[in-house]
């Protein structure tokens, strides 16, 4: 949490409201909460820069700037990234203040800490290893079929490695592979062709339809005006061990897959395939 559909959601927001828009004043309430470079040279280079753009790239927001370089945002497990009115003081979790020249402030506000700011004139060092973008045109089932094909890892963990696939995390993997009615302890290479084309739909079938819904709000998640998303009313397995499977009725469960949680129906998802 966040993952790819609550990062778009940001940036949809954030691209029209900050395009063309400068920075006049930045502070740093946290030191820690900029990766790169120094927080004293973050917050100098950062003035008078004018936004471009608001793009994602797998759980990253980037902010290319007219002078070339790029501001990147990973918000983590708890961070948000809320553009408010001058007469919002900062909270106490909030750890990075970018004020523009419209008089609004960019908040970077993140109660765990664990997410971090990053300025840098080549994004390549932090995104240049992240694997295709699900909802690409050009990712089809046979792109996905050749990211896991000989993997003799679990899908689950497949699906979670941002080498692999860029932009899921736990909730959306647990949800796809339901849709798929794929055991999360599958291994990569064990999956049919029929198979892999069935979690292709899923991955792409539940990215669309969180985004559309604004992303998942389990507890932190807030979009860039503030707004939690309305998916978690939506999900089928997440969260719900214990329950009937809204498929079968059988009880969902709830197992650990390289320390993540992980929510699957047992007859639905049945352990050696089809
Ligand atoms: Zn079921």
């Known amino acids: 949490m966040p993952e790819l559909p609550e990062v778009e959601t940001i940036v949809n927001q954030l691209r029209s409201r900050l395009l063309g828009r400068r920075i006049v004043s930045t502070w740093i309430g ?4 900029v990766d790169r470079p120094p927080a004293e040279e973050f917050c100098q280079r950062l003035n008078q820069r004018i936004f471009a753009d608001a793009r994602r790239r797998g759980k990253f927001l980037l902010f290319p700037f007219h002078s070339g370089d790029v501001l990147l945002v990973h918000l983590r497990m ?3 990234l809320l553009l408010q009115p001058s007469s919002v003081e900062p909270d106490r979790h909030t750890h990075a203040v970018l004020t523009l020249d419209d008089g609004q402030r960019l908040h970077y506000r993140d109660v765990r800490k664990l997410g971090r700011l990053y300025l840098v004139d080549d994004t390549e060092e932090l995104v240049g290893r992240l694997g295709p973008e699900p909802l690409a045109a050009d990712f089809d089932a046979e792109a ?10 679990r899908v689950k963990s497949l699906l979670l490695d941002q080498r692999v696939l860029a932009g899921l995390g736990n909730i959306y993997a647990d949800e796809a592979l339901f849709r798929a ?6 291994l990569g290479e064990s999956l049919s062709a029929g198979e892999i084309a069935r979690l292709h739909a899923a991955i792409r079938g539940v990215l669309r339809e969180a985004i559309t819904a604004g992303g998942t709000t389990l507890r932190d998640y807030r979009s860039a005006t503030g707004q939690p998303g309305e998916f978690q009313e939506r999900l089928q397995v997440v969260r719900r061990h214990g329950e009937p499977c809204p498929r079968c009725g059988t009880p969902l469960e709830r197992i650990r897959v390289g320390g993540r949680s992980t929510h699957f129906c047992p007859r639905c998802q049945p352990a050696g395939g089809a």
């Open 30 to 33: 946290w030191e820690r909460i």
């Open 78 to 80: 708890t961070g948000n």
């Open 144 to 153: 996905l079929a050749a990211r896991l094909a000989d993997r003799r890892a």
């Open 181 to 186: 009615g794929i055991h999360p302890l599958r």
